[in-house]
């Protein structure tokens, strides 16, 4: 030991520790703790203590009382700074008390029992202490397994709790009174891949970190969004239906499981076990911050990410990751401007945290993510809205070009279209001409034709056969990696084996041997004609089209575009899959009769490998007494009882557009119906009651009498030269101008318009005016042309022409219904029900203005009714054809009915 080593008094060492100690018990107790001051504090403390500059005291005395001289000295053992001071001093530590090497808690309370157990050994009794424990242990063991048993028979019977008997005390029971009942665990009212959350929630609350994992998995399309207000969180019904998860982080974390690539997922970090426990670390760290306000969740948030931005755009690795989406749901997922104008109010300008929040708020998951929360569920409009800010909308209609397009098509046409133009998107028309035996060029150009009628113009036009030779590598693929497989079975026995869910004996077959026969298949030979294609997906599923439908299968028709290249084509339940997918379809809508389908189009996709597409499903148009079916349309043309699919009569676009439909009236009356799910019988009325509204605007306003059934009406001071009135095409419009009328002494009236005429009664003749009658007798009546007579107060007010040679002969059509029942079951015969009497033909003249009309051109005959201009006039041979255009109403306003009661 250094003889000239400076010594210190231990009392003032004593001391010195506790001064430090009470200035940090000032420090914590202050009412805004300073920490940096009481780490500082803190660490001075355990310098004083641990440090070498103590690292042993000398005694200069070998008395047994504490001198007062001890000397610092450097420290020569290994032995801590304390316990070197201890030894030093007689085995006495700073604190005046015998040194012990510092314990945890369990092991001080080892030695404590050890303690005990080694005072009762010296007293003599530990064995019989230690046999009172075992058996009060094993008393205690048997009371909480009888408990145990008591609890369950309980719960079997339906009760609630444990027995009286079980509990433990009359102050327990008292306590456990006070207590609200616990909750039967019950079966989740949520069926598989349903996520509910309540909408009157913050955005927050919501399931948004779930919504953008799924759609970063690829599997949003495989979920359903329903509102339950009565739900306090949101919860996720699991696939397997058997209960449900409950909170937005834990959803997140089982999708990413199960639908982003397993535990080693980008979205849970990738491969990396380093990443995934960072990731694992943020996302803890995300749920711990929640709890505060949001401004100091925003600083909190960024004081510890502006370290890791620096360098990096994302949390966690490369690319986006369940780590982000769970900070940024920490912050309010502040996905809209005005909630990141909020956060950037609080947080310092330029920080990195500000960029990544930037950065979230752009990413396309984030922006559909927030845009599916925000909506009410079963609003099918709501992933719509979430591609319009996401820029992701396309549409596609896949018409098959074996027939005509009719209403209901033109339904499905507009609504692609009103959406794709409303969202910014891109319609695709697609015809799906994968069956050679059903489909023309005719009605493919007639298609396309059709829609340029409807105003409805695509972007792109693709075919499927486009893509025969994509789908069939798909298909060998599918083979090759056991999920399809061929088969001869005859059909009829296919189908009794699907209805009764039984195997095919060629499921297990290799795939050696399916490839070998597909081939065959494809051949186009009669031994190949037998084999198809069939997905292998459930055989025991209840729904039945994932009961291994069929994929492929042999046609040796040529084919109206790749002629006899190909001489099997693939199903439209393989094509429409992988086809969407390819042109980047991300929403396709279908009518409800897909719906069953709609699981095995996302299983082809899923079974692929490929990109998902969203289907979002719609009622089908159907009408009051009418057959949408082409194949039953097809039969009316086939057997002569319509003039061709352009047939007033008939429901296709070319048929009511030749009866007189509007285009702007047939958007507006089918985008009215909208997206809705529910199926009705459509009224036809309501159709042409939509319809009238629109021509009333400019059909222009003409008169025609009745060929047969009309008088003669003299006017005898009428002018007996070429005399005109100027009236207004459209009164309730005079922008429309004004044509020439051609008056005369003798003008021709309808015949019903006479009935009951007297002698002294003042008659209105439309747009010239009042004519006193003087004469009625015999089919004679006269009358004077009275110009100062009160138009309002005569009530019989009657259409009528000049008796002139230029007038115009015109044939008016009319039609009724072709089937005579309102709407046919699926077991009746449409044969049994056609309409005998659906066309009836008038014959008038018309005033000399109607040769000006052309084809096409919609006007109004004066009290009878709108009509379209079918065929212009072309001379005294080829009269005026006119075809009446519904108005809705059921019977006509005047006396001048229809023969079919004005349908």
Same mark, same amino acid.
């Given at each position: 030991?250094?003889?000239?080593?400076?010594?210190?008094?231990?009392?003032?060492?004593?001391? /010195?520790?506790?001064?430090?100690?009470?200035?940090?018990?000032?420090?914590?107790?202050?009412?805004?703790?300073?920490?940096?001051?009481?780490?500082?504090?803190?660490?001075?403390?355990?310098?004083?203590?641990?440090?070498?500059?103590?690292?042993?005291?000398?005694?200069?005395?070998?008395?047994?009382?504490?001198?007062?001289?001890? %000397?610092?000295?450097?420290?020569?053992?290994?032995?801590?700074?304390?316990?070197?001071?201890?030894?030093?001093?007689?085995?006495?530590?700073?604190?005046?008390?015998?040194?012990?090497?510092?314990?945890?808690? %369990?092991?001080?309370?080892?030695?404590?029992?050890?303690?005990?157990?080694?005072?009762?050994?010296?007293?003599?009794?530990?064995?019989?202490?230690?046999?009172?424990?075992?058996?009060?242990?094993?008393?205690?063991?048997?009371?909480?397994?009888?408990?145990?048993?008591?609890?369950?028979?309980?719960?079997?019977?339906?009760?609630?709790?444990?027995?009286?008997?079980?509990?433990?005390?009359?102050?327990?029971?008292?306590?456990?009174?006070?207590?609200?009942?616990?909750?039967?665990?019950?079966?989740?009212?949520?069926?598989?891949?349903?996520?509910?959350?309540?909408?009157?929630?913050?955005?927050?609350?919501?399931?948004?970190?779930?919504?953008?994992?799924?759609?970063?998995?690829?599997?949003?399309?495989?979920?359903?969004?329903?509102?339950?207000?009565?739900?306090?969180?949101?919860?996720?019904?699991?696939?397997?239906?058997?209960?449900?998860?409950?909170?937005?982080?834990?959803?997140?974390?089982?999708?990413?499981?199960?639908?982003?690539?397993?535990?080693?997922?980008?979205?849970?970090?990738?491969?990396?076990?380093?990443?995934?426990?960072?990731?694992?670390?943020?996302?803890?760290?995300?749920?711990?911050?929640?709890?505060?306000?949001?401004?100091?969740?925003?600083?909190?948030?960024?004081?510890?990410?502006?370290?890791?931005?620096?360098?990096?755009?994302?949390?966690?690795?490369?690319?986006?990751?369940?780590?982000?989406?769970?900070?940024?749901?920490?912050?309010?997922?502040?996905?809209?401007?005005?909630?990141?104008?909020?956060?950037?109010?609080?947080?310092?300008?330029?920080?990195?945290?500000?960029?990544?929040? !930037?950065?979230?708020? @752009?990413?396309?998951?984030?922006?559909?993510?927030?845009?599916?929360?925000?909506?009410?569920?079963?609003?099918?409009?709501?992933?719509?809205?979430?591609?319009?800010?996401?820029?992701? @909308?396309?549409?596609?209609?896949?018409?098959?070009?074996?027939?005509?397009?009719?209403?209901?098509?033109?339904?499905?046409?507009?609504?692609?279209?009103y959406y794709a133009r409303r969202y910014n998107g891109r319609l695709i028309v697609r015809f799906d001409d994968t069956n050679p035996s059903k489909e023309k060029d005719e009605y493919q150009t007639?298609?396309?034709?059709?829609?340029?009628?409807?105003?409805?113009?695509?972007?792109?036009?693709?075919?499927?056969?486009?893509?025969?030779?994509?789908?069939?590598?798909?298909?060998?693929?599918?083979?090759?990696?056991?999920?399809?497989?061929?088969? !001869?079975?005859?059909?009829?026995?296919?189908?009794?084996?699907?209805?009764?869910?039984?195997?095919? /004996?060629?499921?297990?077959?290799?795939?050696?041997?399916?490839?070998?026969?597909?081939?065959?298949?494809?051949?186009?030979?009669?031994?190949?004609?037998?084999?198809?294609?069939?997905?292998?997906?459930?055989?025991?599923?209840?729904?039945?089209?994932?009961?291994?439908?069929?994929?492929?299968?042999?046609?040796?028709?040529?084919?109206?575009?790749?002629?006899?290249?190909?001489?099997?084509?693939?199903?439209?339940?393989?094509?429409?899959?992988?086809?969407?997918?390819?042109?980047?379809?991300?929403?396709?809508?279908?009518?409800?009769?897909? !719906?069953?389908?709609?699981?095995?189009?996302?299983?082809?996709?899923?079974?692929?490998?490929?990109?998902?597409?969203?289907?979002?499903?719609?009622?089908?148009?159907?009408?009051?007494?009418?057959?949408? %079916?082409?194949?039953?349309?097809?039969?009316?043309?086939?057997?002569?009882?319509?003039?061709?699919?352009?047939?007033?009569?008939?429901?296709?676009?070319?048929?009511?557009?030749?009866?007189?439909?509007?285009?702007?009236?047939?958007?507006?009356?089918?985008?009215?119906?909208?997206? %809705?799910?529910?199926?009705?019988?459509?009224?036809?009325?309501?159709?042409?009651?939509?319809?009238?509204?629109?021509?009333?605007?400019?059909?222009?306003?003409?008169?025609?009498?009745?060929?047969?059934?009309?008088?003669?009406?003299?006017?005898?001071?009428?002018? !007996?030269?070429?005399?005109?009135?100027?009236?207004?095409?459209?009164?309730?419009?005079?922008?429309?101008?004004?044509?020439?009328?051609?008056?005369?002494?003798?003008v021709l009236v309808e015949k019903v318009d006479t009935e009951g005429m007297e002698v002294g009664e003042s008659i209105v003749l439309v747009r010239w005016g009042v004519v006193k009658l003087t004469?009625?007798?015999?089919?004679?009546?006269?009358?004077?042309?009275?110009?100062?007579?009160?138009?309002?107060?005569?009530?019989?007010?009657?259409?009528?022409?000049?008796?002139?040679?230029?007038?115009?002969?015109?044939?008016?059509?009319?039609?009724?219904?072709?089937?005579?029942?309102?709407?046919?079951?699926?077991?009746?015969?449409?044969?049994?029900?056609?309409?005998?009497?659906?066309?009836?033909?008038?014959?008038?003249?018309?005033?000399?203005?109607?040769?000006?009309?052309?084809?096409?051109?919609?006007?109004?005959?004066?009290? @009878?009714?709108?009509?379209?201009?079918?065929?212009?006039?072309?001379?005294?041979?080829?009269?005026?054809?006119?075809?009446?255009?519904?108005?809705? /109403?059921?019977?006509?306003?005047?006396?001048?009915?229809? /023969?079919?009661?004005?349908?």
């Amino acid at each position: 030991m250094s003889g000239d080593a400076p010594t210190v008094d231990l009392e003032e060492l004593r001391s /010195k520790i506790a001064a430090l100690g009470d200035s940090i018990k000032q420090l914590k107790s202050s009412s805004e703790p300073d920490t940096t001051a009481i780490g500082t504090a803190v660490a001075a403390l355990l310098e004083a203590k641990r440090s070498c500059e103590y690292p042993s005291i000398h005694r200069e005395s070998s008395t047994s009382s504490l001198s007062a001289d001890i %000397s610092i000295v450097s420290c020569d053992c290994d032995a801590p700074p304390l316990l070197s001071v201890a030894k030093n001093n007689g085995g006495i530590g700073v604190d005046g008390k015998e040194w012990q090497e510092p314990m945890t808690k %369990s092991q001080k309370k080892k030695a404590e029992k050890e303690a005990k157990r080694k005072a009762l050994e010296a007293a003599g009794g530990g064995n019989q202490v230690s046999e009172a424990n075992a058996a009060k242990k094993a008393a205690k063991k048997a009371e909480a397994k009888a408990k145990k048993a008591a609890m369950k028979a309980a719960a079997k019977d339906g009760g609630g709790g444990p027995p009286a008997a079980a509990t433990k005390a009359p102050e327990a029971q008292k306590q456990a009174a006070a207590l609200p009942p616990r909750p039967m665990l019950t079966k989740s009212r949520l069926r598989p891949n349903q996520i509910s959350f309540n909408p009157n929630v913050s955005l927050e609350d919501r399931p948004v970190v779930a919504l953008t994992v799924a759609i970063l998995a690829g599997s949003i399309v495989d979920y359903e969004l329903i509102s339950d207000h009565t739900r306090p969180g949101c919860a996720l019904g699991l696939p397997s239906g058997n209960g449900e998860v409950s909170g937005d982080l834990a959803m997140a974390r089982f999708i990413a499981k199960r639908d982003g690539g397993g535990s080693s997922s980008a979205l849970l970090g990738g491969p990396s076990e380093e990443d995934a426990a960072h990731m694992d670390q943020w996302v803890d760290y995300a749920l711990s911050v929640s709890k505060f306000g949001l401004a100091r969740r925003a600083l909190s948030v960024q004081r510890t990410l502006d370290s890791v931005l620096v360098s990096g755009t994302y949390v966690v690795g490369h690319a986006i990751s369940l780590a982000d989406v769970a900070l940024f749901a920490a912050l309010g997922f502040p996905a809209s401007d005005d909630a990141r104008a909020g956060i950037a109010s609080i947080l310092p300008g330029g920080c990195p945290t500000l960029r990544w929040v !930037d950065t979230m708020a @752009r990413h396309p998951a984030v922006a559909e993510a927030a845009q599916l929360a925000s909506n009410v569920a079963r609003n099918d409009e709501a992933a719509l809205e979430a591609g319009r800010e996401s820029r992701l @909308r396309h549409d596609a209609v896949p018409p098959e070009p074996s027939g005509y397009l009719h209403v209901g098509h033109a339904k499905a046409v507009l609504l692609n279209n009103y959406y794709a133009r409303r969202y910014n998107g891109r319609l695709i028309v697609r015809f799906d001409d994968t069956n050679p035996s059903k489909e023309k060029d005719e009605y493919q150009t007639s298609i396309i034709e059709d829609l340029a009628k409807i105003g409805v113009k695509p972007d792109v036009v693709t075919f499927t056969s486009d893509y025969f030779e994509t789908i069939r590598l798909y298909a060998l693929s599918m083979i090759e990696n056991g999920l399809a497989y061929m088969d !001869d079975t005859p059909q009829e026995q296919m189908q009794d084996e699907r209805m009764k869910r039984q195997n095919s /004996k060629y499921r297990d077959q290799t795939p050696a041997d399916a490839l070998k026969y597909f081939e065959l298949m494809c051949s186009g030979s009669d031994e190949g004609k037998a084999w198809c294609l069939r997905a292998k997906i459930d055989m025991t599923s209840d729904n039945g089209t994932l009961r291994d439908p069929v994929l492929y299968r042999q046609n040796t028709t040529p084919h109206h575009r790749s002629g006899t290249k190909y001489k099997a084509y693939p199903t439209y339940d393989l094509a429409c899959p992988i086809v969407d997918s390819i042109e980047g379809v991300s929403h396709a809508l279908r009518t409800t009769e897909y !719906d069953d389908r709609n699981a095995q189009f996302m299983w082809v996709q899923k079974a692929l490998g490929l990109r998902r597409v969203r289907i979002q499903t719609f009622a089908r148009m159907n009408f009051m007494y009418t057959v949408m %079916s082409k194949r039953k349309l097809t039969w009316f043309v086939d057997t002569g009882r319509v003039t061709g699919w352009d047939d007033p009569r008939f429901p296709t676009v070319r048929g009511v557009s030749r009866r007189g439909i509007d285009v702007d009236a047939l958007k507006r009356f089918m985008c009215s119906q909208g997206a %809705s799910r529910r199926i009705v019988n459509m009224e036809w009325s309501k159709f042409w009651a939509e319809n009238k509204k629109e021509i009333d605007k400019y059909a222009k306003r003409f008169m025609a009498i009745d060929k047969k059934n009309h008088a003669e009406l003299t006017i005898t001071n009428a002018g !007996d030269g070429d005399e005109y009135l100027s009236t207004e095409y459209l009164p309730k419009d005079p922008s429309f101008g004004k044509r020439l009328v051609r008056t005369a002494k003798k003008v021709l009236v309808e015949k019903v318009d006479t009935e009951g005429m007297e002698v002294g009664e003042s008659i209105v003749l439309v747009r010239w005016g009042v004519v006193k009658l003087t004469k009625v007798e015999d089919g004679v009546i006269e009358g004077v042309y009275d110009p100062d007579g009160d138009v309002k107060a005569s009530k019989r007010k009657i259409s009528w022409i000049a008796d002139v040679p230029e007038n115009v002969n015109v044939v008016l059509s009319e039609f009724d219904n072709l089937i005579s029942k309102e709407k046919l079951e699926e077991d009746d015969k449409f044969e049994d029900f056609i309409n005998p009497d659906t066309q009836a033909e008038t014959e008038v003249i018309g005033d000399p203005g109607l040769k000006t009309l052309n084809e096409n051109d919609i006007i109004q005959l004066e009290r @009878r009714g709108y009509y379209r201009v079918d065929r212009p006039y072309m001379g005294s041979g080829k009269p005026l054809m006119l075809i009446m255009v519904p108005d809705g /109403k059921t019977k006509s306003m005047s006396k001048l009915d229809g /023969k079919l009661a004005h349908r």
